[in-house]
């Protein structure tokens, strides 16, 4: 059965560094997303993806967060200058059409020191 | 703006006995979407079901039902004759047009089903 895996499953960071969180998404979805759930508190929105741009992002995608598609199978969010609190699980998901179940990866837990 | 309220922050039940789980919604859309996902202690987040608006049949997958009533909006989970298994916490979300369709998740509930 088609998933959608992401790399990788752990990242430790230093505070201001970089990082691009990978992702894999089913391959016939057209639609891809972000999201991130801090430890014990409820999953976040963070972007929606679709035709190559981004159709909506929250308050917490700042302008340190952006996304890319690279290629035709890949999907990326990159943060800059990380931040404390920017510790988080990151979960990628990926939906056939806009109205449809996303599906979600394993997540990445990203650590910042 | 969407919201989605469980009120149950923890439950514990004991093995084989039936469990509902609450979720109350808020949108101002008259079309949308709404969704349970379960998070087993593993992380992963697990696609259950997805009902929109103007369906609001039941519908039961095994020893799994969901019960969707606009007229309080609500769509709740109920779990028959739980196991040890479906210990995790589980989530209620909604998606609307007005917003890309993104999910709006609520606090999640944590059910804890003991031997």
């Known amino acids: 059965e088609p998933e959608v895996t992401q790399t990788p499953s752990h990242q430790v960071t230093q505070m201001g560094q970089e990082v691009i969180l990978r992702c894999v998404p089913i391959s016939n979805h057209l639609y891809f997303y972000w999201y991130r759930q801090i430890l014990g508190q409820k999953v976040e929105f963070l972007v929606s993806f679709y035709n190559n741009e981004i159709s909506e992002k929250s308050e917490i995608f700042d302008d340190r967060f952006s996304v890319e598609r690279p290629d035709g199978s890949n999907f990326t969010l990159k943060i800059r200058s990380t931040k404390l609190e920017d510790s988080a699980m990151y979960f990628c998901a990926s939906s056939v059409r806009e109205t449809n179940e996303q599906y979600f990866g394993p997540g990445t837990r990203l650590t910042v020191t | 703006a969407q919201k989605v309220t469980q009120a149950q922050t923890e439950i514990s039940v004991v093995e084989k006995e039936d469990v509902t789980l609450d979720c109350v919604y808020e949108?101002?859309?008259?079309?949308?979407?709404l969704f349970w996902y379960k998070q087993p202690p593993s992380g992963e987040l697990v696609f259950l079901i997805r009902r929109n608006s103007f369906d609001e049949q039941n519908e039961i997958s095994g020893r799994y039902s969901w019960n969707f009533q606009k007229s309080t909006s609500s769509f709740n989970f109920t779990i028959t004759a739980s196991q040890v298994v479906d210990s995790a916490v589980y989530f209620c979300a909604l998606s609307v047009g007005g917003s890309n369709y993104k999910l709006t998740f609520g606090k999640g509930t944590l059910l804890t089903v003991n031997p």
């Open positions: 949108t101002r859309d008259t079309t949308y979407y």
